[in-house]
């Protein structure tokens, strides 16, 4: 069985300056990583993914996510965040092998941007 | 090219009513999923289907069910509905293949008195 901890459910933070939200994960096998975005009243939006090669990932809006094996944790960054980043943030993995494409999902991290 | 297309987006039901939610995947997806979202929790996986057959099934009851169509298209039935049924119910497609991307619809969000 796999499990996804966002030990933070909201994090503060002021425009301009750098955030990292935190996502540990727990699975028996091999896992493929997500993190997804869901802005206010809408869908989830996939930000970025791991699936092999380079432990570090990158989004086209500036966000970043580093693999790390030893720590089970895929934690997202960002060196200079914007107002509008402000939504809600949700790490996701995803098993090896099986029958199943699907995603097991933390309980999000709200990214709150002040100005 | 349209996203996944859900309906309807919001509708109220009462106890004890059934209720079927529609999803078109992206053109060309066959992998068509479902999610509920409890409101401040993370999507939980429901269903998987593939080519009109059932690939997973997440912890719901038996009072949930899913069948796909020939077009991929897919319906959600929840039976018997109870106040905690209430959630954002997520449709999503992807292509064959795992690790491939899962693009989620808007959602319908059900209401449940």
């Known amino acids: 069985a796999q499990s996804v901890t966002q030990l933070d459910s909201q994090v503060p933070v002021f425009e301009e300056a750098p955030v990292e939200l935190r996502c540990n994960y727990s699975?028996?096998?091999?896992?493929?990583l997500f993190w997804y975005v869901q802005y206010p009243n809408q869908g989830l939006q996939l930000l970025l993914k791991y699936l092999s090669g380079s432990t570090l990932v990158e989004s086209i809006n500036g966000f970043e996510a580093e693999f790390n094996k030893s720590q089970t944790s895929f934690h997202l960054r960002k060196p200079s965040v914007h107002i509008s980043d402000t939504a809600e943030y949700f790490c996701a993995v995803s098993p090896y092998g099986g029958a199943t494409n699907k995603l097991i999902f933390g309980t999000g991290t709200l990214l709150a941007v002040q100005p | 090219d349209a996203g996944v297309t859900q309906s309807p987006t919001h509708l109220i039901k009462t106890r004890g009513q059934q209720v079927t939610l529609r999803c078109s995947p992206i053109?060309?997806?066959?992998?068509v999923s479902w999610y509920q979202q409890v409101l401040g929790q993370g999507p939980q996986f429901i269903f998987q289907?593939?080519?009109?057959?059932?690939?997973g099934r997440g912890n719901f009851p038996d009072r949930f069910s899913a069948r796909q169509f020939p077009n991929y298209s897919s319906e959600l039935n929840v039976n018997a509905l109870l106040l905690g049924d209430s959630a954002l119910y997520l449709c999503?497609?992807?292509?064959?293949?795992?690790?491939?991307?899962?693009?989620f619809g808007e959602g319908s969000w059900l209401t449940v008195v």
């Open positions: 289907y593939y080519e009109k057959e059932e690939r």
């Open positions: 699975s028996s096998v091999s896992v493929y």
């Open positions: 999503a497609s992807s292509e064959t293949g795992q690790g491939n991307t899962i693009y």
């Open positions: 053109s060309g997806h066959k992998s």
